[in-house]
């Protein structure tokens, strides 16, 4: 680790979010000890953008699967974690998410969700898409659910950028199957 953590914050807003993360996630989870703690401007940024995308209408597995992939891609593995924990929260089919690097064969993947993977692949590794891969996706998500697509993917971009240069490293968050998932 590059920085050292902040386990006893100073303010108000930081002991808020340190008690809701343990509530959350049984811990303080790294982003706020060790980049949320030095500047509540970016942790405030960084709730803007959960939030909003908890406002996007996009299926909640979709959503996860762009950013446990994306996380993959950019081998963050911070990211993956808690987009696991997210699955499991969900109740999704973490196999499926383990299959990810081998989705072109998989049978757990429906064409809809491999022509999202692949317009995920060419994005991240070349930041663009060509036109047969966007006339895929196109075949299957109308034009605001691509930019939705395209914005979570840019946003967990962002995540993957500030986790992985300060050697933020998974936190191993399980979801306990005991606990009670709130509807």
């Known amino acids: 680790m590059k920085l050292k953590p902040v386990d006893k914050p100073k303010s108000i807003l930081l002991k808020i979010a340190y008690f809701l993360s343990k509530r959350e996630f049984g811990k303080v989870i790294a982003p706020l000890r060790y980049i949320y703690a030095r500047s509540t401007p970016i942790m405030m940024a960084s709730y803007k953008i959960i939030t909003t995308e908890n406002k996007l209408r996009l299926p909640k597995e979709i959503k996860i699967l762009i950013r446990y992939y994306t996380a993959h891609l950019n081998e963050c593995t911070f990211c993956s974690n808690a987009q696991e924990f997210g699955a499991a929260k969900e109740k999704l089919k973490i196999q499926k998410l383990k299959e990810l690097f081998n989705f072109r064969e998989s049978t757990n993947f429906t064409p809809k969700e491999k ?32 930019v939705k697509i395209t914005w979570i993917n840019a946003t967990e971009n962002y995540f993957n950028l500030m986790a992985k240069p300060l050697r933020l490293t998974s936190d191993e968050l399980k979801f306990p199957s005991s606990k009670k998932i709130k509807t």
């Open 115 to 146: 022509s999202l993977l692949l317009y995920l692949e060419e994005v991240n590794l070349t930041k663009t898409a060509s036109e047969q891969t966007f006339e895929n996706l196109r075949s299957y998500f109308n034009e605001t659910e691509i």
